[in-house]
């Protein structure tokens, strides 16, 4: 309070003075108090008397001084984050004495001083006290919450690189906030990407999302999620077609179509749609070489990589007939008949090797081949042309007959006695020389299809005749 007057009178109207019993409490200056100190002090008014009066009797009054109160001011508090830096508190307290500052939970928030150390995640309170002294009562603390916020963290995660359909399970590499909890990985799509632990094992081609967390702890929030998409591309499937063949006329053979790059246990029933192979050349195309393409396939996982197969078309085999091998030389070109199946196709002759036609009587070696764009074929045999022999020129003979025929190991040639058996090869080339009625070995020939001659002693044909040899 502020300081104040005394007011006393003494009967004889001399002045009167005051003192006091403390000055610490109570400091008095002429009539005038003023307050040092709570407490009690005695105030004692006195009058000495003078020359007329005798000094008065003391008269003293007790002073009560009451300790003040006090009050503290203290602003609410901000919020802070787990990791903030301490901080310092403000708080004043009227009386000007120092305020002391105490925390709820020393494990959210520690206060030393007036300096607040952050422990922890939570909500604290923080109380302002002032514990008063001598001259003032003790201040009504004031509290007030401190809220700390958990720390936010972040997960770094890098694009994903672009992957193969068969290329090998891979690692995911992410580094999560300071909770130190582990970053777990989820897939959008586990047809496509199957994640296990930080382990990708590639399914399927095609676009997945790979997304990273990380949880909380009481200290940190959960870190936001972090997605990259993971694409998986489509691997290379060679697929072939089998080359094949077959002869002018013929049907196309089933096409093969080979497989190299499948995945895994993957076949070609595992495949959304099949390739097909195919040619132009139909059943009456020329003989040549055609492509066998492939094309059709489809799937989810595979790109075709093609490769064209070769269809070769043969020459059809022709048959070829020859009749008329032994004619009698007249002085004209002669010619065997050649016929062919099929029929009417074209073809070359040759007689020892020349394409003239003979005239002269003597044994021929005929070679026809066949001359066509689709077929082909060849014969040969002996073309006999015998000297014309005038009526009457030939002695009469037996029927001369060759038996068995086929024939294995041994034949007969029967016919008159004295007469000269000569057996030629297909090519002209004389075999064996024998005479008729006797058993001839023919064993040691080659089987095939041979020419017999049988001539009198004065060279003169008499017979010709084909036989087997088997």
């Keep these: 309070d502020q300081a104040f007057d005394l007011t006393a009178t003494a009967s004889s109207e001399l002045t ?32 000495a008397g003078n020359d007329n009066y005798s000094a008065a009797l003391d008269v003293s009054q007790s002073l009560t001084i009451e300790k003040a109160t006090q009050t503290i001011s203290f602003e609410p508090l901000a919020n802070r984050t787990y990791g903030d830096q301490a901080f310092d508190l403000t708080a004043t307290a009227s009386s000007e004495l120092t305020v002391t500052f105490t925390s709820s939970d020393e494990t959210i928030a520690s206060v030393s001083g007036n300096t607040v150390t952050i422990m922890g995640a939570g909500t604290a309170t923080i109380t302002a006290s002032q514990a008063g002294n001598d001259n003032y009562n003790a201040a009504l603390d004031v509290a007030q919450s401190l809220t700390i916020e958990k720390a936010t963290q972040t997960i770094r995660f890098e694009a994903l690189a672009n992957r193969t359909y068969g290329d090998q399970a891979f690692e995911l590499m992410a580094t999560g906030g300071a909770s130190g909890q582990t970053v777990t990985f989820t897939s959008s799509d586990e047809t496509v990407a199957s994640v296990s632990g930080s382990t990708v094992t590639i399914m399927g081609a095609g676009i997945v999302t790979i997304t990273a ?64 192979a195919s040619t132009l050349a139909t059943q009456t195309s020329d003989v040549g070489t055609y492509a066998i393409t492939v094309s059709g396939g489809a799937d989810q996982n595979y790109v075709f990589d093609y490769t064209e197969g070769i269809l ?62 689709n077929y082909e074929g060849s014969a040969s045999g002996s073309f006999v042309l015998t000297k014309a022999v005038a009526l009457g020129a030939l002695p009469m003979v037996n029927e001369v007959k060759v038996y068995p025929n086929p024939a294995t190991e041994r034949l007969t040639v029967s016919g008159d006695d004295g007469l000269i058996v000569k057996i030629y090869d297909i090519s002209g080339v004389l075999q064996i020389e024998h005479k008729t009625n006797q058993t001839i070995a023919v064993d040691s020939l080659p089987a095939g299809v041979y020419l017999i001659q049988v001539s009198d002693p004065n060279g003169r044909m008499v017979s010709h005749q084909r036989v087997v040899k088997y």
């Excluded at 006091?20 to 105030?43: F, K, L, P, Q």
């Design 213 to 276: 967390s990380q949880a909380g702890d009481d200290n940190h929030g959960v870190a936001s999620d972090v997605s990259q998409n993971l694409i998986i591309g489509k691997a290379s499937l060679m697929v072939s077609a089998g080359d094949a063949s077959r002869v002018y006329g013929a049907v196309n053979p089933v096409f093969t179509i080979g497989y190299q790059g499948f995945i895994g246990d993957d076949s070609e029933a595992d495949l959304e749609a099949v390739p097909s």
């Design 16 to 47: 009167v003075t005051f003192t006091s019993s403390d000055e610490t409490i109570a400091s008095v200056s002429g009539n005038t108090v003023t307050i040092m100190g709570a407490g009690t002090a005695t105030i004692t008014a006195s009058q």
């Design 312 to 373: 070769i078309i043969n020459k059809a085999l022709a048959t070829i007939t020859l009749a008329g091998l032994s004619q009698t030389a007249d002085g004209t070109a002669k010619s065997p008949t050649v016929t062919t199946d099929p029929a009417a196709l074209n073809y070359s002759i040759t007689f020892d090797g020349s394409s003239t036609l003979p005239t002269q009587a003597g044994t021929y070696a005929v070679e026809v081949t066949v001359l066509e764009t």
